[in-house]
């Protein structure tokens, strides 16, 4: 079967399993002192335990109609000042219900949106100072990263965020053709991209990461290798090529688009290889599902060391027992739970105002699901995994019997392996792995094609 076939073959419905069990397999949900208990635990067993922090910024001043985010569109910046409020009072209920906190590592700050840019130099300061200075940092371990919008980006919101300890950021580009981003209502004129890059590699950024979307409308095989020349030529460390995630049942501005306008299948996946070829001559090396990254960059050596971790930010290179998520939507993990905050943005502010721990859902983890969450962690980052016992790969054996005859992921004993041409497949074989989702097949479209 050639590639075209397979790609058609196994273009289905599967998860990106930045989580696991998938947020829609989320089942006993934790009550808000379920999950604090949780992680009270965690820090009573552990009080060095290393922990991160995610503050959700979902302001942007206007919709990129391709956007899968979680946003809230306005040109509104007293929003800066009344949603800061909103996100210390969350801080200062965590602060007072798991004192270990204070006392335990904070290893990863990371902002993201929405757009954390939409914020002035000033009101990031305000709102990041009070959370950094009540907080354990080793500046040797320590790691500041934020996902910063080209097109609302300035010298003083980098100042600021070198001097709070920030050292990343990540750029959304998408697509450097016009049209492709007059379609998705985005202009991001090129000089705009570039001229943030260079600003900062100079002010002394350690890494620069962009974000880019294939299969977006008018996407085609010459304009998106003229979007690779271009990124190429300013060479970020690290660049995210994402496939675009079109779910017009859960996104209104997706129905813009109709599934003609978009490149799909095997035409879709083109434009990925197209690129990642183009990556790999320049010296990229390709990580997991997605991810490119310059061996010079952390994320690599991670990559090399066996550390690469995933999270619902994506690949990072340091891994932290507990996530505790900041802002309206934000998710929150422990070892035995995750937790989701209230997903609108006037009812997350009430119940943190009122001293809440703001729950939406969660999932509180049984032992199986603990030895999945950690065998597909591993298989997405590494795509090989040992498997627990004879019986579980006897299983996996079975239900992965098509891609084992197409070549695409081998066994030898309990070692599950993805191969090279089994690249494109990662998701699809990382299914075997999720008996949640084999034992109920989802009965609506949840998830986005694997393809
Ligand atoms: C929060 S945004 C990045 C920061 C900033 N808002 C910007 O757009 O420049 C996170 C990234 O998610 C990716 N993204 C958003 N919606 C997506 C979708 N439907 N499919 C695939 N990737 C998507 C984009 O690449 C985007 O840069
Ligand atoms: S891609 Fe970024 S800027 Fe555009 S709507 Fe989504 S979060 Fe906002």
Same mark, same amino acid.
């Given at each position: 079967m050639n590639t075209t076939e397979l790609l058609a073959k196994y273009d289905v419905p599967a998860p990106r399993?930045?989580?696991?069990?998938?947020v829609p397999y989320w089942t006993d949900d934790p009550t808000s002192g379920q999950w604090l208990a949780e992680l009270n635990k965690t820090f009573d067993s552990n009080p060095q335990t290393g922990w991160s922090i995610y503050i959700h910024i979902p302001f942007c001043e206007s919709l990129c109609t391709f956007c899968g985010c979680n946003t809230f569109i306005t040109?509104?910046?007293?929003n800066e000042t009344t949603y800061t409020a909103a996100i210390h009072s969350e801080w200062e209920t965590y602060l007072s219900s798991v004192p270990l906190l204070k006392e335990a590592p904070l290893r990863q700050i990371h902002l993201g949106g929405g757009?954390?840019? +939409?914020?002035?130099p000033e009101n990031l300061r305000l709102l990041l100072q009070p959370i950094l200075d009540g907080a354990q940092i080793d500046p040797a371990w320590f790691e500041g990263s934020i996902e910063v919008g080209p097109r609302s980006t300035t010298s003083e919101q980098l100042q600021t965020l070198l001097e709070l300890g920030f050292q990343r950021i990540s750029m959304g580009v998408q697509d450097f053709n016009p049209e492709v981003q007059r379609l998705v209502n985005r202009i991001q004129p090129y000089e705009m991209t570039r001229n943030l890059t260079l600003l900062a590699r100079q002010m002394g950024f350690e890494s620069v990461n962009y974000d880019l979307i294939y299969g977006l409308p008018a996407q085609t095989e010459d304009s998106f290798r003229q979007t690779a020349e271009t990124t190429i030529a300013l060479r970020p460390d690290r660049i995210a090529l994402y496939s675009f995630a079109f779910v017009p049942w859960i996104k209104?501005?997706?129905?813009? +688009?109709?599934?003609?306008?978009l490149p799909k299948g095997a035409e879709k996946r083109a434009l990925y290889e197209l690129a990642r070829e183009m990556f790999l001559q320049e010296g990229y090396v390709e990580l997991g599902l997605d991810h490119f990254s310059l061996p010079t960059d952390t994320l690599y050596e991670a990559y090399e060391a066996g550390n690469l971790h995933r999270n619902f930010m994506g690949y990072t290179d340091q891994r932290t027992e507990v996530m505790i998520g900041l802002g309206v939507s934000s998710i929150s993990e422990a070892p035995t739970c995750f937790h989701q905050n209230e997903k609108g943005l006037n009812e997350y502010k009430r119940r943190v105002l009122a001293g809440e721990v703001p729950t939406l859902r969660g999932h509180l983890l049984n032992e199986e699901d603990r030895l999945h969450r950690e065998q597909i962690l591993q298989f997405m980052t590494q795509q090989v995994v040992v498997l627990n016992d004879d019986a579980q790969t006897a299983d996996a054996r079975d239900y992965l019997g098509e891609l084992l005859n197409d070549g695409l992921v081998k066994f030898e004993g309990r070692r599950m392996e993805l191969t090279e041409r089994g690249r494109p497949f990662l998701r699809n074989a990382a299914m075997a792995l999720d008996m949640r989702l084999r034992r109920h097949k989802p009965q609506t479209r949840t998830f986005s094609q694997a393809v």
């Open positions: 399993y930045t989580s696991y069990p998938t040109r509104n910046h007293k757009t954390p840019t +939409f914020y002035s209104k501005a997706h129905r813009l +688009f109709t599934e003609d306008d």
